[in-house]
């Protein structure tokens, strides 16, 4: 099995927020790619929750959390 790198570059920092939510999209993705390590399977099973609004709720949950722990490592780019 290859190796999946969870956080980009081994970093949460960013610029900007809008940077951090593309990082949060970014962790959310990886961590569905480290869960179901098959392509063939995530490509099926993507047709099932592309129709799913319980499961699309899901997807916008796990991104909201990853989108939090980006913004608290950036001190919710106060200091920027």
């Known amino acids: 099995m290859d190796t999946i790198t969870l956080i980009p570059n081994n970093s949460l920092l960013t610029s900007t927020p809008e940077e951090g939510r593309q990082l949060a999209i970014k962790m959310a993705r990886l961590i ?36 939090a722990t980006v913004a608290a490592a950036n001190n919710y780019w106060q200091s920027r």
């Open 32 to 67: 569905i790619k480290a869960t179901q390590p098959d392509e063939q399977k995530r490509s099926q099973l993507r047709d099932l929750y592309a129709n799913d609004a319980m499961m699309l709720i899901a997807i916008g949950q796990t991104v909201a959390t990853e989108f």
